[in-house]
C-alpha cells in the first residue's frame, strides 16, 4: 500500500511563473491539505480538499489554487510567482471522521519550489 | 490568535544519552496533540497523539506528556542514536467550525545526535 505520494520531487521556476504541483494520497483517504514550508520554519497550512470542494482556507493568497479529483488526488497551483514561495510544499492526506474525533494526517515527500 | 511554540530551538546530544524537547501551546478549542519527527527534506511522520484526557503516551523509546490545564507538553527520548537526528515538531489541532480539525505547527526543534 503506497503512502502519499507527491510530484515533482523538485522544481525550478522563474519570477512570474505558474505552477502546478500534484499529490496522491494514502489508499483509503479523502481529504488532501496542503502546507507550504520555509527553510527553518513549521509548516504552514494552505488549504485543505474534501469531496472536490476546498473546505478550510489558511492565510494564503488568491494565487494559490487547488483541485481536488474524484478519485481523491489533488492539485496545488501557484501563479505570478514571487521569491518567497520559495519552500518545501507538503501534501497530507486523511480519512475525515464526519462525527468528530480525531484523525491522523499522513503527509507525503514533499515538492521543493525554487523560485529565481 | 492559536500558537505553538517550542524549545529548544536546536540541541545536540551525544549517542544513548537521554534528553526532553518541550511545546507550549495557545490553541482553542483544543482537540488533540500531535508529536512529528521530519527528516531534512521529508515530509513529517507522526510519533504521537494524545486528546485532552491522555497524560502520556509512548512511541518505542519516544514518550510525550500532555498538561491540558497549564498547555504544555514535552516529548522524551530515551536512549538516543544517531537516527534520531531530525526536526521534531509539535502540532496543536483545534476543532473548527466544520466539526473538522485544524492544525497549527510548531517551528520544530533540531536535534543532532553526535557519535
Known amino acids: 500500500d503506497a503512502g502519499v505520494t507527491q510530484s515533482p520531487t523538485h522544481l525550478i521556476k522563474t519570477r512570474g511563473q505558474q505552477v502546478t504541483l500534484r499529490c496522491s494520497p494514502k489508499?483509503?483517504?479523502?481529504?488532501v491539505s496542503w502546507y507550504q514550508q520555509a527553510l527553518g520554519q513549521g509548516p504552514q497550512f494552505i488549504f485543505q480538499?474534501?469531496?472536490?470542494?476546498?473546505?478550510q482556507r489558511g492565510n494564503f493568497p488568491d494565487r494559490f489554487s487547488g483541485h481536488q479529483f474524484p478519485n481523491y488526488s489533488s492539485e496545488l497551483n501557484v501563479n505570478a510567482l514571487l521569491l518567497g514561495d520559495s519552500a518545501l510544499y507538503l501534501c497530507?492526506?486523511?480519512?475525515?471522521?464526519?462525527?468528530?474525533?480525531?484523525?491522523?494526517?499522513?503527509f507525503g515527500p514533499g515538492t521543493r519550489l525554487t523560485v529565481t | 490568535k492559536n500558537q505553538v511554540e517550542q524549545s529548544p530551538q536546536s540541541l545536540i546530544i551525544l549517542e544513548g544519552k537521554n534528553c526532553t524537547l518541550q511545546?507550549?501551546?495557545?490553541?482553542?478549542?483544543?482537540?488533540?496533540l500531535r508529536w512529528y519527527k521530519q527528516d531534512t527534506g521529508r515530509g513529517p511522520v507522526s510519533l504521537t497523539i494524545m486528546t485532552f484526557s491522555e497524560n502520556t503516551k509512548s512511541n518505542g523509546r519516544y514518550t510525550a506528556t500532555l498538561d491540558a490545564d497549564t498547555k504544555q507538553s514535552s516529548l522524551h527520548i530515551t536512549a538516543s542514536q544517531l537516527s534520531d537526528s531530525a526536526s521534531y515538531i509539535c502540532v496543536v489541532s483545534a476543532r473548527s467550525n466544520f466539526g473538522n480539525e485544524k492544525l497549527t505547527f510548531g517551528t520544530g526543534t533540531r536535534l543532532t545526535i553526535i557519535p
Open positions: 511545546c507550549n501551546y495557545t490553541v482553542s478549542p483544543f482537540s488533540n
Open positions: 497530507a492526506s486523511s480519512m475525515t471522521v464526519l462525527a468528530g474525533g480525531s484523525y491522523e494526517q499522513y
Open positions: 480538499y474534501y469531496e472536490e470542494e476546498e473546505r
Open positions: 489508499s483509503g483517504h479523502d481529504t
